[in-house]
């Protein structure tokens, strides 16, 4: 099936239809810490064919949250008359092949794995530039330690299995 064209717009936020059955769950707290910091950099994924969301419905949610909270909204959204517009790349695919989409375009970044001694030496980086700087990326201190601990524990397997 060839890759369907994306297509740049916005859509008024009450706009948005959640896809039916949608199983992924959000962490909305980490959301909310990233949108606060960041800004909106991700454009949410709708399907042109059922207005069904694809990807994007955890930043829908807290962008919702935002609003209903009146608090302001995080850069990359537009807001006139009161009306919160956030951008979105729509796609044009078959409805059975949304729940498929979905699916994919969040377990393929899950079943990817880090480099974790470089994503470590990244976060070691960050926070000696202040710890405040780990805000909104879903990695806090003690993430960074535990994955020290990891680290030095996987280590030292390696040494005994060496000395074995």
């Known amino acids: 099936m060839p890759t369907p064209p994306l297509e740049a717009g916005e859509l ?9 059955g949608n199983p992924k769950t959000h ?16 454009r949410v994924v709708v399907n042109k064919t059922t207005g069904h969301i694809i990807a994007g419905h955890g930043r829908i949610e807290v962008l919702e949250q935002k609003r209903n909270r009146r608090m302001a909204p995080p ?9 919160w517009y956030v951008p979105v790349d729509f796609i044009e695919v078959p409805e059975r092949e949304e729940m498929p989409l ?6 393929l970044t899950e ?13 070691k980086a960050i926070a000696e530039q202040g710890i405040e ?19 030095e524990r996987s280590l030292q397997e390696e040494l005994d299995k060496a000395e074995s």
């Not at 008024?12 to 039916?20: A, D």
């Not at 909104?136 to 680290?151: L, N, P, Q, R, T």
Request: net charge negative.
């Open 12 to 20: 008024e936020i009450s706009q948005f239809i959640p896809l039916p």
């Open 27 to 42: 962490h909305v707290g980490e959301i909310h810490n990233s949108l606060d910091r960041f800004g909106y950099v991700e």
């Open 75 to 83: 850069s990359g959204v537009r807001v006139d008359g009161g009306l």
């Open 102 to 107: 979905a699916i994919a375009l969040n377990r």
């Open 111 to 123: 079943v990817g794995q880090w480099d974790t001694p470089q994503l470590l030496e990244e976060l």
């Open 133 to 151: 700087l780990l805000e909104g990326i879903g990695y806090d201190a003690d993430d960074i330690d535990a994955m020290v601990k990891d680290a």
